[in-house]
């Protein structure tokens, strides 16, 4: 009709003209900011267009604190930027990030063009400042910097986020200074502190990187005038430990290595894994609910243990890195390697390698064992401890000194055989000090306490006392519990003797339980620890024995606090 509207035709004009405002709008911005357009268009067709939310939640990495009174010193590297930002429209923003040195003239060190970096709202914004710019305004000295941010629609920008502060440190310490102990001063074994102090020239550090021989490193934090003491535990005679100074951002300076020597550690008594010359309690775990591993719970010379017990096989035997390698094992204490601390045989009679083991060396302060490291571990190949029947031991259980050879390593005793050929006892003698010098064992004819030759119906464990070495023999069917006092074997005539007390005739029987021996109370007689189910352990102390009887009774139980420690 004449002089009427055309509607389509007003409505398709108005289209075209938003369409070419929004393409003004974003006329130079790159491709991946295109996207803008359409949340720019529905803003200039509705009523109101939200100012983009003021950043906040800024962070960084290295992490610091935003606006910490004394901002966080980051090391020698890249810093990280992130704001999170937030449009109420939604659509992507322009983010500008603002970087400067604190101190005046306060140039601008690093930014961002908002058409160059884009982020949908509700996205996190991330710029990197590289190490060289920090570096170059740094000039060598730990200095300040300062940054902001804020976004834009386009349309209308945020206002500024609050402005976070970090310092950053391109310095490296001097070489330190490290004081190695008196002689004769260390002991291996033994904890001795040495002194640290800041080299002469160079800035100051914040605390000491140190490694003894081959262990791991540790960290110690400095003094404020960069001192320090650094406590290590001697593992042999001539030691070696390089010191490393850090700097208030973490960068590691020049080093200075010292020796030292450590005169050899006094025996420990048997069982004793902590040094205080009190027998402890070592069992394996992966059974009576203990996790995998080797498990020391610290005796208190009265039958007690420590409420947390140290995982000794942490770190695995060597072989397999892991506490799992100990699953199925027996284990047998003693000095094996000669030095003063006790160390640990283990022993696998089944499994992946029935008749194989290793022997670990202990550390004398109580802590888990590092086979994998060198010197700390022997293996022993399947067979090695293999009979005359070319049978490998049922059990295994240290003899101490019975032969009288008067070394350092204890000699052994195990329960060998099977169905065709019969049980028996085997004894492996030393034939010098070293981890593995046995003589190939002699089978022995010897009877089990009721006079029979079932020794696979029995449960063999020692100690070792004063007067030498006591065997506890249990059979768990019946109950009887016997200890066969004063072993003694003569190389020369391969015959053995001991003397031999009734401790009870219905002793946990049927029971399901690990037994370990040792004097626990250290009154001279041989005692048992028996682990159960729950990783309960109860110390059985052993009193009067004469004329051929002993009594033994039970002392509190305690529970083996796995769940405490490593």
Known sequence: MAGRPNHRRVHRSVAHALAGLVAMTIVGVPTSAAVAAPAAAQRLTGSHNERPDKPTGLTTSPTTDCTATSPTIVGDEQVTLYAPVYDRDGGVLGVEFSLWETSAPHTILLSSKPHLLTVSSGSTAVLVVPVATLRAAAGGAITQFSWKVRATDFHKTSAWSATCHFRADPTRTDAPVVTPPAEGSATV??????AVSPAPTGSTPSGYLYQLNADP??????????????TVVPTRFTNTLAVTGISAGGNLGD??????TAAPAPPAADGDFTGDDITDLITVGGVHGLPSGLWLAVGDGTGAISPAATNLGAYGNGGTNSPTAFNGAQIVTGRFFGSGPQDILVYYPTGQNPGGGVVLKGNGDGSPIRADLSGNSVSIFAGMLGDINNLNPIQLASAGNSSGHGLTAPDLIAISGDDSVGYYL????????????YN??????????????????????????????????????????YLWDDLAYDVDTSTFAYTEYALSSSWNTGEDMTVHGGDINGDGNADLWAVGPEATATPWLVTNLAAGTGTIAAGPSGTIGTNTSS
Do not use: E, H
């Open 189 to 194: 074994g033994k904890p001795v502190t040495i």
């Open 255 to 260: 080093s200075t290595t010292i020796s030292f």
């Open 217 to 230: 490193p540790s960290q110690v934090t400095a003094a404020t005038d960069g001192t320090a003491s650094i």
């Open 440 to 481: 190939f064992p002699t089978q022995l004819n010897t009877p089990t306490p009721t006079g029979g030759m079932d020794w696979n119906t029995w449960t063999i464990t020692t100690a070792q006392t004063a007067t030498g070495t006591a065997m506890f023999l249990w059979q768990p069917t019946t109950g009887k519990l």
């Open 426 to 437: 085997n004894y492996y003698a030393r034939q010098a000090d070293g981890a593995l010098n």
